[in-house]
Every structure is written in C-alpha cells, then in structure tokens.
Nanobody, 128 residues
C-alpha cells in the first residue's frame, strides 16, 4: 500500500509562485511514475504533469502549464514537488498527487485510470 500526502497549497496573487510537495510511502518509490492532477470547481479533474521513475525521469506537461510548472522528484526522500510559477487565476483548483507503481511510463500517463494511488488533495487559490 502506498500513501501520498500533499502539502504546500495556499492563496497567492496572480503572477506569483507556489511549490507543492507530495510525500510518499513505499519501498520502491523510485520506480513509480508520479503525476499531478487538478480539479477546479465545477470541472472534471485534469492532468497537469507527470514524471517517470527509475532513471527514466522523462516529464510531461499539459499545454496549459508547460513553461510555467516543473515536476522535480527526490527519490532519496520519497518525495515529489510541483513548482508553479507565473500563476494565473485559472490555475485555481484542488491539486492531487498520484502514483503508478507499475514501473512503466505509460503512453496514457495523462489518464487518471493509470494511477492507483492518490493523495487527499491540496487547495491552490490564485487571486487576480
């Protein structure tokens, strides 16, 4: 069983930055594909970013955040982050950390169904 705990959400002005963290349990964390999703009020949950496990380390971003967000991970600390810069009001959402323990960076990395473990979410609010 893998447990994921997000932290770092809060209120920030447009143009500002925020860093979310995801702490994970699990002895083989380094093999997990990790991802961030978000859900805005009244909308479906959507993919934000993903990073491969092992030495793969490939990253993928949604079009809406590419160039503004990065998804570093620290395998020694079983943690992953989402560095969010140049925030916009439309980035306001609950952000979720997700893990795929298969050890494979799937072509469907952007689909929720590929991730079997989820955190509880952390609120990010960007004011205009």
């Amino acid at each position: 069983q893998v447990q994921l705990v997000e932290s770092g959400g809060g209120l920030v002005q447009a143009g500002g930055s925020l860093r979310l963290s995801c702490a994970a349990s699990g002895r083989t964390f380094s093999s997990y594909t990790m991802a961030w999703f978000r859900q805005a009020p009244g909308k479906e949950r959507e993919f934000v970013a993903a990073i491969g496990g092992w030495s793969d380390g490939r990253t993928r971003y949604s079009n809406s955040v590419r160039g503004r967000f990065t998804i570093p991970r620290d395998n020694a600390r079983n943690s992953m982050s989402l560095q969010m810069n140049s925030l916009k009001p439309e980035d306001t959402a609950v952000y979720y950390c997700a893990a795929d323990s298969s050890g494979i960076f799937r072509a469907s990395y952007f689909q929720e169904d590929e991730y079997e473990y989820w955190g509880q979410g952390t609120q990010v609010t960007v004011s205009s």
